[in-house]
């Protein structure tokens, strides 16, 4: 079983819809959960981290997280064009000893 | 100001050589880290150094050889290169490594083909 999970996609979705992007971790102890945005050719930018369980806002962007199920989500409101990028996962696992771990990431499209 | 810087951008190498990327970052940050992304796009960690010292090796073939001469510099040198280390890599740094709120900022990458 992998570490980090997501599915690979593409997840193609029409302009101004919300997407969604699903990560499941393996690692119970994991404290802290990223998600980064990488764009073709370029170097992954982070867009948000959480470590409580609920839901956690910034923008149009909502990370949501639940540790007894071991999943972490990520919503994107009002969805752009120019949010059509790979998105990963990544997880500090565990705490405290310098590791992230990241999922293979999850293809978006946003169609105009 | 770039953050965290890497040269070279490409490299184009043959198979056997031995080749250096060198990263340095000026966010004043504690941890510094290697990472390699394959053709399907998994990032991998490859090293963590936390002021200067290695605390993550992850499995890495012993021809790659990080070196941090001062906690803003952490560069790769790589033995012997083989095909299957095409890749691109990244370096990274963080605060302090320990997690909570503490994010990666990732270098541009370097390219690495191996012919």
């Known amino acids: 079983q992998k570490e980090v999970e997501q599915n690979s996609g593409p997840l193609s979705v029409p302009e101004g819809a919300i997407a969604s992007l699903n990560c499941t971790y393996s690692?119970?102890?994991?404290?802290?959960f990223f998600w980064y945005r990488q764009y073709s050719g370029k170097s992954p930018e982070l867009i948000m981290f959480?470590?409580?369980?609920g839901d956690k806002e910034d923008g149009r962007f909502t990370a949501q997280l639940n540790k007894a199920s071991q999943y972490v989500s990520l919503l994107i409101r009002d969805s752009q064009p120019s949010d059509s990028a790979t998105y990963l996962c990544?997880?500090?696992?565990?705490?405290?000893?310098?590791?992230?771990?990241f999922g293979t990431g999850t293809r978006l499209k946003v169609l105009a | 100001d770039t953050a965290v810087s890497q040269t070279p951008k490409y490299l184009v190498t043959q198979m056997g050589n031995d080749k250096s990327i060198k990263c340095e970052q000026n966010?004043?940050?504690?941890?510094m880290y290697w990472y390699k992304q394959d053709s399907k796009k998994f990032l991998k960690i490859m090293f963590s150094?936390?002021?200067?010292?290695?605390?993550i090796n992850e499995t890495v073939p012993n021809r790659f050889s990080p070196k941090s001469p001062d906690k803003a510099h952490l560069n790769l040198h790589i033995n012997s290169l083989e095909l299957g280390d095409s890749a691109v890599y990244f370096c990274?740094?963080?605060?302090?490594?320990?997690?909570?709120?503490?994010?990666?900022?990732f270098g541009p990458g370097t390219r690495l083909t191996v012919l």
């Open positions: 990544a997880v500090n696992s565990p705490s405290g000893t310098y590791k992230y771990i």
């Open positions: 959480i470590y409580s369980n």
């Open positions: 690692d119970r102890g994991s404290q802290s």
């Open positions: 966010l004043g940050h504690d941890t």
């Open positions: 990274a740094s963080s605060l302090d490594g320990t997690g909570g709120k503490d994010t990666q900022y």
């Open positions: 150094y936390n002021n200067k010292e290695l605390i």
